[in-house]
């Protein structure tokens, strides 16, 4: 037997805890923030890039990881005469909504925003609801479908915005 | 007006968004483990090193930061004659249960573990049904409070570990 080279780290290359697995790939800042903004909509390279302010080469690597992950798919577009790939969650890129809720609660509940800044809703569209982490309406008590879902971030833009359904497979 | 120094990031040095705001904190692999750990019943500096397999340096820096962001907690124990410090969880490290959840969530669904390995589970320790993200019980329905709640991680142990308590204040 030879000692591991890795010598960081006591779990396997797979560790056997899928928070340890799944915090692997979402363990990241930049990563959290490109899920967040995938999930809101954004799919091009520079909208990403305008959005974030992120430099073009971490922002490479961190799309082509998330579509080696199958958290993210490229999807060709016609750009003028020219076909672009922009990036779309798939389903289990869809999936990591409920992280993303669990981000924005606690961070709304116990970080300091800039003074003055309204927080962040997740909202029940069909009846103005707040969602809570879980998926689940606090008005109605509905379980709400992804389609259903609007983020008002006022900082953004004063009209809530529909959640991004995942790429078509 | 000068250009920024911070030429990597656009938003401000406060995130307007709270899922952003959170991530500068919790977007690290390191970071998540041993919140995880912690929630698991991990306290002490060893143990957590021990756990990880992770250089004291890097330990230190996260336990440090995690202190500062007010989500760990030091106490005093006794070891023999000596006065040591230990690592508890606050209200808000166990307000990141429902993120920890989702990751354990997420990873079991999505992500592939060793051959053989049985997954893990989070369960209600009144009914033995299994919580979801949000908290609810699968089976008899029950919103399970965190005292409640017992994690079955099969490689650990064949039993389910109750969840750490935060420290008292």
Redesign the interface.
């Known amino acids: 037997m030879q000692a591991s080279s890795s010598a960081?780290?006591?779990?396997?290359v797979?560790p056997?805890?899928?928070?340890?697995?799944?915090?692997?790939?979402?363990?990241?800042?930049?990563?959290?923030?490109i899920l967040?903004d995938a999930t809101t909509g954004i799919t091009r390279f520079d909208a990403f890039r305008e959005?974030?302010?992120?430099?073009d080469n971490?922002l490479s690597a961190r799309l082509a990881r998330l579509v080696e992950a199958?958290v993210l798919t490229k999807v060709p577009y016609r750009d003028g005469n020219r076909t672009r790939q922009e990036y779309q969650l798939t389903e289990?890129g869809a999936?990591?909504l409920?992280?993303?809720?669990?981000?924005?609660?606690?961070?709304?509940?116990?970080?300091?925003?800039?003074p003055g800044?309204a927080?962040?809703q997740m909202l029940h569209v069909s009846c103005g609801g707040q969602v809570?982490?879980?998926?689940?309406c606090g008005t109605c008590g509905q379980a709400v479908a992804r389609e259903d879902e609007a983020w008002l971030?006022p900082?953004?833009s004063a009209e809530p915005v529909r959640l991004a359904m995942p790429a078509e497979t």
Chains 1, 2 share one sequence.
């Open positions: 960081h780290r006591k779990e396997d797979t056997s805890c899928p928070i340890g697995r799944a915090g692997d790939l979402l363990g990241d800042r930049w990563t959290l923030l967040r959005n974030l302010g992120i430099a971490i199958g289990a999936d990591l409920p992280l993303l809720r669990s981000l924005a609660e606690w961070g709304n509940r116990h970080t300091t925003p800039a800044l927080p962040m809570s982490t879980g998926g689940v971030r900082w953004r």
